[in-house]
């Protein structure tokens, strides 16, 4: 069974710009939750789609959104790109939104 | 309230020996607690997981414990070897529903390094 898939693994963006990165859950998962990971501020939850709604929302700013399609892949997008944003995107899945949670390998974004 | 504290930051073992790492909560409504370990170049891999109902759970070499009316929970590693160094972080996730809706809250992680 494929595990979670995260594309691109990679991304260099400046500032201002805007990106999106990609998810696709396990197969038969229908949850898809999004973490930030930094040095500074560890993992932290951003949301949570199930469905193609949001359940569940971090306390992070309107900059960063996300969606759900309806074979369950989801995007997180983040527009108006600032430095702080440097950081591994991890996604996770899971059947209906309970535990336990499995993680990709994560996008690691820099902005230049 | 809603925070994991995780410690230590750093640990050094001998191949051999046991790892202990530990993790305190506040927020009573946290009901699920698993173990994530992570690689450099890789998302955290769950390890293993306890529920409150019971107080201790082993699988393999690695064992949580877990002390309710203390609100802490550690972590085990029996006859740590190389191939356990990596960074190891606890977390918690309240009950099904609203707010819990695939939410873990992470601890900081430990950096364990197992010396041949």
């Known amino acids: 069974k494929a595990g979670v898939t995260q594309t691109p693994r990679y991304l260099i963006k400046t500032r201002g710009q805007q990106v999106t990165l990609s998810c696709s859950p396990i197969?038969?998962?229908?949850?898809v939750s999004w973490y930030q990971q930094t040095p500074g501020q560890g993992l932290q939850f951003l949301f949570e789609?199930?469905?193609?709604?949001?359940?569940n929302k971090g306390n992070f700013p309107g900059r960063f959104s996300g969606r759900q399609f309806s074979n369950s892949r989801s995007e997180m997008n983040v527009s108006t790109l600032e430095l702080g944003d440097s950081a591994l995107y991890l996604c996770?899945?899971?059947?209906?939104?309970?535990?336990?949670?499995?993680f990709g390998d994560g996008t690691r974004l820099s902005i230049l | 309230q809603q925070q994991v504290k995780q410690s230590p930051q750093s640990l050094i073992v001998q191949k051999g020996g046991i790892s202990i790492i530990n993790c305190a909560y506040e927020?009573?409504?946290?009901?699920?607690f698993p173990w994530y370990q992570q690689f450099p170049g890789k998302g955290p891999a769950l390890l293993i997981a306890i529920r409150p109902d019971v107080s201790e759970k082993k699988e393999g070499r690695f064992t949580i414990s877990f002390n309710k009316s203390a609100k802490q929970f550690s972590l085990h590693i029996m006859d740590s070897q190389p191939g356990d160094s990596a960074t190891y972080f606890c977390a918690a996730s309240p009950g099904a529903g609203g707010t819990s809706y695939g939410k873990l809250t992470f601890g900081q992680g430990t950096i364990l390094t197992v010396h041949p």
């Open positions: 789609y199930f469905s193609e709604t949001q359940r």
């Open positions: 197969s038969g998962h229908r949850s």
């Open positions: 927020n009573t409504a946290f009901d699920y």
């Open positions: 996770a899945s899971s059947r209906d939104g309970s535990q336990p949670q499995h």
